[in-house]
């Protein structure tokens, strides 16, 4: 077991610890926290900063666009294939029926109409995999992520819960170099169903084979991983990357910039202190 991770890095914040320490307290038992049985994690803007990878790669199909046809202002696309992106997963469970393609051609057959284009199928295809690219190639692994999450794994085991697409959620852990810390890729579009719905939370227990209230969540989205994991019985953590992120959320659900910062908190508090060395 390492125990370097017991040192606070530099940025983490300094009054978080003890706000994990008394929420765990209240919901996994009394001090020391019983060990934690599993844990598990959202993908998109939680374990990757997908935000920046997918603005990346609809810049890149934008531009590929302009060249297609001159009726096409690439930041007019980009704001429009955003919009048709949130209109899509405002409604997630819905979202994920059809293949991840025909998702794909979608979202952006709607974003060209939007500003009055239409494309045949062969160079909306060419769009799609611009896109595609150029997100994966945003994606890099993090060796300091991958440090923390081989210390976490030696605690519990860990599954990543996701609204996603299974063969882009596996694509994406693979560039991460994350796949080899899953025990197990929950996704929503497998069995019908998506997150907030308390259902693919039970089936991400189920597969870890741990009681929901055993295992803590953590995740990006207030509504849908934070309300989700609570309504499924699980303990949430929240990720808010943007500073100004706001929520009525309870003041007891901790909540931190990075997963980076919540996974070193949560070894701070599980991992097993280093043997004392004698003095004789």
């Given at each position: 077991?390492?125990?370097t991770?017991?040192?606070l890095?530099?940025?983490q914040?300094t009054d978080?610890?003890?706000?994990l320490?008394?929420?765990l307290?209240t ?5 020391p926290?019983r ?10 803007d ?6 920046a990878s997918?603005a990346?790669?609809v810049?890149?199909?934008a531009?590929l666009?302009?060249t ?6 690439p930041?007019?696309?980009?704001d ?9 997963w ?20 709607t ?17 799609v ?5 150029a997100?994966?190639a ?5 060796p ?5 999450l081989?210390?976490l ?21 693979d ?8 025990t197990?890729?929950?996704?929503g579009?497998?069995?019908g169903?998506?997150?907030p719905d308390?259902?693919?939370f039970h089936a ?9 209230a055993?295992c ?11 309300q989700g ?27 931190y ?6 996974i ?7 991992s097993p ?5 004698s003095c004789g």
């Amino acid at each position: 077991m390492l125990t370097t991770s017991c040192t606070l890095a530099h940025d983490q914040p300094t009054d978080t610890l003890p706000v994990l320490a008394t929420y765990l307290h209240t919901r996994l038992g009394t001090p020391p926290p019983r060990p934690l049985a599993a844990i598990s994690l959202d993908l998109d803007d939680t374990l990757i900063d997908t935000g920046a990878s997918l603005a990346h790669g609809v810049r890149a199909a934008a531009q590929l666009a302009a060249t297609l046809t001159s009726r096409v202002d690439p930041g007019a696309l980009i704001d429009a294939y955003h919009a048709a992106f949130a209109a899509h997963w405002r409604h997630p469970a819905a979202a994920g029926t059809g293949g991840l393609q025909d998702l794909r051609r979608r979202v952006w057959r709607t974003a060209l109409r939007s500003v009055g284009v239409t494309l045949d199928t062969s160079d909306l295809d060419r769009l799609v995999r611009t896109c595609v690219a150029a997100q994966l190639a945003m994606i890099a692994p993090d060796p300091e992520l991958r440090s923390l999450l081989r210390e976490l794994t030696d605690l519990a085991p860990v599954a990543v819960c996701s609204n996603g697409h299974r063969s882009s959620v596996q694509r994406k852990l693979d560039k991460a170099a994350l796949t080899e810390f899953v025990t197990a890729i929950i996704c929503g579009p497998d069995i019908g169903l998506a997150k907030p719905d308390p259902g693919l939370f039970h089936a991400c227990s189920r597969a870890l084979n741990v009681d929901p209230a055993r295992c803590l969540h953590i995740g990006d989205s207030w509504h849908a991983d934070v309300q989700g994991a609570l309504a499924a019985g699980m303990v949430p953590i929240w990720i808010t990357r943007q500073p100004a992120a706001t929520a009525p959320r309870p003041p007891t659900v901790p909540s931190y910039p990075t997963v980076t910062h919540a996974i070193r908190d949560l070894l701070q508090l599980f991992s097993p202190a280093p043997p004392e060395r004698s003095c004789g």
